[in-house]
């Protein structure tokens, strides 16, 4: 009797210390919320809304400077995207100088509306992150929404485990995503 309650100690304290070692690795995954799907990279993951109509965009359709892009599109306009830029600036170490370069490629007339520091869900040394909420008007150019509508857009960068830059962007119509859809956007992001 001593012997099997020896083994069923012996058992949970192993267990145990299997959990402590896996909450201390220092990677969680992010929720991604019901009806999202996810675009998955080898730097990140992100959630995209699925249930309100973004759909993945094969690789050989997007731009050679996305790794991953998710579209919500209605009558051949393009009224929502959610994008994964990787490795696309050189000299950048942490998440403050991915947010400036990625702040760079906004563009010219969008207007920030917020700049704060995020803290992503992933690998431990790569959660640091910064998000900017901006908006701007779309050109009508590249089935875009019509000239002069107004856009909302998110970015969130950071520099993921193996020193990459990321830059992930989401834009749509204004108000065609709520303020929470936003920050589920943001909370769904895992950096590996």
Partial sequence: ????????????????ALTLLGGCGGTDTAAVPDGWGTLDTRSVSVGYPEDQG????PAAERSKANAAVALKEEKGVRTGMVSVQLDFATGVGDAGEA????????????????????RLAGEESAREARRIDYEFTSTGEDSTPA??????????????SRDVPFAIRINAV?????AADLDSFVASITVK
Avoid: E, N
């Fill in 174 to 178: 204004k108000d065609a995503l709520s």
């Fill in 54 to 57: 973004y759909a993945p965009q």
């Fill in 99 to 118: 947010a400036a370069a990625a702040g760079a490629g906004i563009g010219i007339g969008a207007t920030r509306k917020d700049t704060r520091d995020v």
């Fill in 1 to 16: 009797m001593t012997l099997t309650k020896s083994k069923t100690l012996g058992t949970a304290a192993a267990a145990f």
């Fill in 147 to 160: 000239q002069g509508t107004r856009m909302t857009g998110v970015v969130v960068a950071g520099v993921d």
